[in-house]
T-cell receptor, first 111, second 116 residues
């Protein structure tokens, strides 16, 4: 079957670093993406990893290890506005490369 | 450039009624996806259009759900008759390419459906 596992909630303080992990099980794999969703808003694309290693985009970095079926999103210098839900998503070869999303990790940033 | 838009933003209906959701993707995007999120759970794939063709509808729950994309532009998702378990947020997303590899999906704000 297809599944993605990520923690349901994470709490951190402003200025800190937080890592959100994601493990996946899919029949095929064509990349791991991360999306951010603020309450009441639309999910927005953050990052993509197609190959193993670290991708950095400003305060956000994403890592992938295909051999471990594992990735993470790293948020540095946390700000209050980073409080949101973060979804990992995998492109699966089943049915024309559809995207499978995890249940999301709710990040609470405290002052 | 306008983003993905969805209508209505909210819908409250009674069990047994019909509701039609609309999605206008970003102009020029061939790929259009429908997803549903029930509170606290995953963003669940429903179906994928490439232009006007259904590429994958494996996520559609049952035959009470009908999606169309006439002319390869906007799409509608009709639920008839609606049941209590259909409640949730229905998201539409569009993208430019569907090849293996990197794909950025642009999501609409969602339609919050409540079936009473």
């Amino acid at each position: 079957g297809q599944s993605l596992e990520q923690p349901s909630e994470v709490t951190a303080v402003e200025g800190a670093i937080v890592q959100i992990n994601c493990t996946y099980q899919t029949s095929g794999f064509y990349g791991l993406s991360w999306y951010q969703q603020h309450d009441g808003g639309a999910p927005t694309f953050l990052s993509y990893n197609g190959l193993d290693g670290l991708e950095e985009t400003g305060r956000f970095s994403s890592f992938l290890s295909r051999s471990d079926s594992y990735g993470y999103l790293l948020l540095q210098e946390l700000q209050m506005k980073d409080s949101a839900s973060y979804f990992c998503a995998v492109r699966d070869e089943a049915g024309g490369f559809k995207t499978i999303f995890g249940a999301g990790t709710r990040l609470f940033v405290k002052a | 450039e306008a983003g993905v838009t969805q209508f209505p933003s909210h819908s409250v209906i009674e069990k047994g009624q019909t509701v039609t959701l609309r999605c206008d993707p970003i102009s020029g995007h061939d790929n259009l996806y429908w997803y549903r999120r029930v509170m606290g759970k995953e963003i669940k794939f429903l179906l994928h259009f490439v232009k006007e063709s259904k590429q994958d509808e494996s996520g559609m729950p049952n035959n009470r759900f009908l999606a169309e994309r006439t002319g390869g532009t906007y799409s509608t998702l009709k639920v008839q008759p609606a049941e209590l378990e259909d409640s949730g947020v229905y998201f539409c997303a569009s993208s430019q390419e569907s090849l293996a590899g990197r794909e950025t999906q642009y999501f609409g704000p969602g339609t919050r459906l409540l079936v009473l």
